[in-house]
């Protein structure tokens, strides 16, 4: 079966369980290690991060279709990518600041900062890799953010029950954070198999 | 590490300039979150708590209070005085708390020692585990602390 | 061949990119020009969106109180937003209980104008004015503690009731990058209305204290606004009980000024407490007027004096003096001003000698 046969709810769903962003392919770790101290900050800043894969996932799908295959520019990709990120974030904060003012005031730095958050141009890549149609890039884009965004609630869920345990003192901060994630990355190892979608 | 956003604003508003002179972070170079587990962790070591601290100071302050300005002894070990200046002074980690500018001055009658802090460093250390940054000038080491206010075990004893 | 295409293709979709972004920009930034109406039409204002409600009032003249020049720490600036702000924003939530919020209360320093609202304000604050103000001169009462004199510009009064306070506007310097400002009690007469006096302690470590003590001289430029505050006489024409510590003493003494001044049929104790006696001032002009007008009693008193000081006033804490002193607390009414301990204290030992609660007075800074 070749890819672009793949059902997009199947990819929907093996990005969120065998494919993970954060668990299985370690990508966007910067934000996720430093926003997951606070339950409801963490999912703030997934649903941003959500939103944004989406939009970028569709976008930069067309650029690929329509400028980057066509002018044969397919060296230029990774700068062209970053670009139209950088512009797709930037007027999603504008929109923020305009509709949804609380929480833009909640994720401050952070939302800027999902421009180099490596998930971002990753998923670009692998729809380009995968050669995905646009539904599909649409769905994978979709549940990517769903599952960086579960596994940041999930880190910051283990991380505030924890905060009032004693620790060894090497580990505080981002040595614990990588132990949890290490073994939920275990756990999340349990689930492949159940779907192939490269 | 990058802290939460909220965190970083609570530490710009500590720089100095913002809410006093010469901030609350001193030469500390650390992010604020690093400041406060390290400190955490040096209060937990010492088998205390924040708030039983506090309670030690508060305990001293309110017998400042007493002398108006005049020296007060209390149970034969310290001697505490407090000056006190009008308007109030908000707390840096937005919690709506405003202190009042006081400080107390202790000294310890057996050692000679003196101690002084606000009653913004009570709330900071009772609510948030704070203790100021390194070389600022009310920055009260915890392991100092205790051992100026008895020693863990009458801390411990106390609340 | 290749460059030329990679150089223009990267610059066109840089351009368009660009282009993109500057037209969110002007759709979803850009909020015109908006209206604000205060006490049911009693002022319209036409402001341009986009800054805070505290910022667009302040630049219209309009000032609402607030000490922490918009960080959101000092919960001084709230006003009741009957329309137009926009949900709840979380830098607002610590300052605001549930039933603030249900009136409508809002932080003025928080709410962006994005386009027409409806506020209200107290009465009180379209009286208040910014004054550019020059000091003539600088007295230096005490190791810690300044009296500034500053003068109006030319043609321009202040009107204001003894007890009142300004707000007094520091510059920035050394590591203060801000201009802050904090509330100061005017200690001079209203009738001197070209002018006012101001008595400053140095706060240790305080923004604007530091700033008088430090930085300012005779000839400098000062921006103040006011007048603002509850504390003066409320007109009931009976006998004062007054009491003050150190910086405390200037809205008292504006009080007392004004009272002899008008020759008010009212009779005056004066209880100025200190520890020892470099903290006591200006005890030259209120022996001089205790002498000068039989209704006002002036009783210095020292907790704590020592031998140097060759103290042959009174002695103890100020409360005990005035416990002392009051004979019979009823019918009387108290102005007190100083720290916070002071006045707990003083309320404690005045409420104990028949002085009822609803007549003492005290200044509240926020």
Redo the contacts between chains.
């Keep these: 079966m070749s890819i672009q046969q793949i059902n997009p709810l199947v990819i929907f769903f093996a990005s969120i369980l065998t494919s993970n962003m954060i668990l299985s392919n370690f990508l966007g770790m910067c934000s996720y290690l430093s926003v997951s101290s606070e339950f409801k900050t963490a999912s703030g800043l997934g649903k941003a991060v959500t939103l944004v894969m989406v939009f970028t996932t569709a976008i930069n799908y067309l650029v690929y279709r329509y400028v980057i295959e066509p002018l044969d520019l397919v060296y230029l990709q990774y700068i062209i990518f970053i670009m139209v990120i950088a512009a797709l974030v930037q007027i999603i904060e504008m929109v923020m600041d305009r509709f949804l003012p609380d929480l833009h005031i909640k994720l401050g730095i952070f939302l800027p900062l999902i421009t180099v958050n490596c998930a971002i141009l990753g998923i670009t890549l692998f729809m380009v890799i995968r050669q995905y149609t646009f539904v599909q890039s649409i769905f994978f884009g979709i549940g990517s953010g769903v599952g960086w965004w579960l596994a940041i609630i999930a880190l910051a869920a283990i991380r505030e029950k924890m905060a009032k345990t004693k620790l060894p003192r090497g580990l505080e901060g981002p040595g614990i954070s990588f132990i949890i994630t290490g073994i939920m990355a275990l756990a999340f190892i349990g689930f492949s198999g159940i779907f192939t979608i490269s | 590490?990058?802290?939460?956003?909220?965190l970083?604003?609570i530490q710009d508003?500590m720089k100095?300039?913002?809410?006093?002179?010469?901030?609350f972070l001193g030469t500390d170079d650390r992010s604020l979150?690093?400041i406060l587990?390290a400190d955490q962790?040096a209060v937990?070591r010492m088998g205390v708590t924040h708030q039983a601290i506090a309670a030690a100071m508060r305990r001293l302050t309110e017998t400042a209070?007493t002398?108006?300005?005049?020296?007060v002894e209390l149970d034969g070990l310290y001697e505490a005085t407090?000056d006190?200046?009008?308007?109030?002074m908000?707390?840096?980690f937005?919690?709506?708390f405003?202190a009042?500018?006081?400080?107390t001055t202790v000294r310890n009658l057996a050692t000679g020692q003196t101690m002084a802090w606000s009653d913004l460093n009570i709330h900071m250390i009772e609510a948030h585990g704070f203790y100021e940054g390194f070389g600022s000038?009310y920055r009260l080491e915890p392991a100092a602390l205790v051992d100026f206010l008895g020693g863990s075990e009458r801390l411990r004893t106390q609340s | 061949m290749a460059i030329l295409t990679t150089i223009l293709s990267v610059s066109a979709i840089s351009g368009v990119l660009a282009l993109v972004i500057i037209l969110a920009e002007h759709f979803l930034n850009n909020y015109g020009e908006c209206e604000i109406n205060i006490n049911n039409g009693q002022k319209i204002l036409k402001v341009e969106g986009g800054s805070t409600l505290l910022s667009s009032l302040a630049a219209q003249k309009i000032f609402i109180p607030s000490a922490c020049g918009g960080k959101a720490t000092c919960g001084l600036c709230k006003v009741i937003v009957k329309s137009g702000a926009g949900p709840l924003l979380p830098t607002e939530e610590p300052y605001l209980n549930a039933q603030q919020r249900q009136q409508g209360y809002r932080m003025a320093c928080q709410v962006k104008v994005k386009g027409n609202l409806e506020i209200e304000v107290p009465d009180e604050l379209f009286n208040i004015r910014e004054f550019n103000t020059t000091i003539e001169s600088i007295t230096q009462w005490t190791h810690d503690i300044k009296g500034l004199r500053l003068k109006l510009p030319p043609g321009e009064t202040i009107t204001f009731k003894a007890g009142q306070y300004v707000n007094f506007y520091s510059k920035p310097y050394a590591k203060v990058k801000e201009s802050v400002f904090r509330a100061y009690s005017i200690s001079s007469a209203p009738s001197d209305n070209q002018a006012i006096e101001l008595i400053i302690r140095q706060v240790p470590e305080g923004l604007c204290s530091t700033y008088v003590h430090t930085m300012l001289k005779e000839g400098d430029s000062v921006t103040i606004s006011g007048p603002y505050g509850e504390f003066h006489l409320h007109g009931e024409n009976r006998n004062l009980i007054m009491i003050a510590g150190g910086s405390g003493l200037a809205p008292i003494r504006s009080l007392v000024l004004d009272i002899l001044e008008k020759e008010l049929d009212l009779d005056m104790t004066f209880f100025f407490g200190a520890v020892t006696k470099r903290d006591l001032f200006n005890l030259d002009e209120l022996n001089d007027l205790q002498a000068r007008h039989p209704n006002f009693h002036f009783v210095p008193a020292l907790s704590k004096p020592l031998p140097e000081d060759n103290w042959e006033g009174e002695v103890g804490l100020i409360t005990d003096v005035v416990g002392r002193h009051i004979g019979s607390g009823e019918n009387k009414e108290a102005y007190l001003c100083g720290s916070p301990g002071m006045i707990n204290a003083c309320i404690q030992v005045l409420t104990k000698n028949g002085v009822t609660e609803d007549r003492i007075y005290y200044d509240k800074f926020a």
């Design positions: 590490m990058k802290q939460s956003p909220n970083q604003d508003a100095p300039g913002s809410l006093s002179a010469e901030g979150s690093d587990q962790q937990r209070k002398g108006l300005g005049k020296p407090d006190e200046f009008m308007g109030r908000p707390c840096p937005r919690d709506n405003k009042e500018k006081r400080t000038h």
